[in-house]
């Protein structure tokens, strides 16, 4: 189960203005009790600028991209592949969110600071990863997010091999959604060309902030307790 965690130091109770950007504010930690509080508030942690430079920003991008109960679409290429690979839940979390880290991927924003902060999130059954592993064990992608409730939030995905970031995307579907996951939100933060080929759809933040609210009473899925 996940751990308890102290109240955070900082108020996210933020009332942000209808026509303001993506970057809301700035400063804080990232203390475990700080990022699920901000999670719980529709924030997530980057750079200040645009591709995640140094000091520390709080973000909630409208429109948001999300995956709804029903949306994710998987199209019959994808369906003979992935038989190719395996997969595994929370397996190799610290591999995977140096896979995402790269510096050599375009837009790579993950620093050490940022990995340790997940990495101590994961120890305590708030942060998971899907693995996904080509049929001679190598990791060749995977996905990492925060549980919340209902909640996951999606930080980022990685492949080394054409489709294994989308096998790792559908495995993570298929475990927030799962019989009881109607209510359940997967945040993606920005929905991309890629993302929406796969049904990822953009929404307001105040749109965002209602299906934030329903899916935080929600319980969280079994396969990431």
Not at 121 to 149: F, N, Q, T
Not at 175 to 184: T, Y
Request: charged letters at 20%; one cysteine or more.
């Amino acid at each position: 189960m996940p751990a308890e965690l102290p109240p955070s130091r900082y108020d996210f109770e933020v009332d942000i203005p209808p026509h303001s950007g993506d970057f809301v504010i700035g400063g804080a930690d990232l203390a475990p009790a700080t990022l699920v509080d901000a999670y719980r508030h529709g924030f997530f942690p980057m750079g200040m600028s645009e591709g995640g430079a140094p000091p520390m920003g709080w973000w909630s991008p409208s429109p948001r991209g999300v995956l709804l109960h029903g949306d994710h679409h998987v199209s019959r290429s994808l369906r003979r592949s992935r038989p190719q690979f395996e997969i595994t839940v929370d397996a190799a979390f610290d591999e995977v969110v140096a896979g995402c880290a790269d510096p050599s991927r375009s837009g790579a924003w993950i620093t050490d600071t940022i990995a340790q902060a997940y990495g101590r999130l994961h120890a305590l059954g708030r942060a998971h990863s899907i693995e996904v592993w080509s049929k001679h064990g190598d990791l060749v992608g995977g996905l990492y997010g925060v549980s919340v409730g209902g909640l996951f939030a999606g930080e980022s995905m990685f492949h080394r091999v054409t489709d294994a970031s989308k096998v790792a995307l559908w495995a993570a579907v298929d475990l927030v959604f799962d019989d009881a996951g109607e209510n359940r939100l997967f945040d993606v933060q920005w929905q991309t060309p890629h993302l929406a080929r796969q049904g990822v759809r953009s929404v307001s933040r105040e749109r965002y902030r209602a299906l934030l609210e329903t899916a935080l009473l929600q319980p969280p899925p079994a396969g990431f307790v």
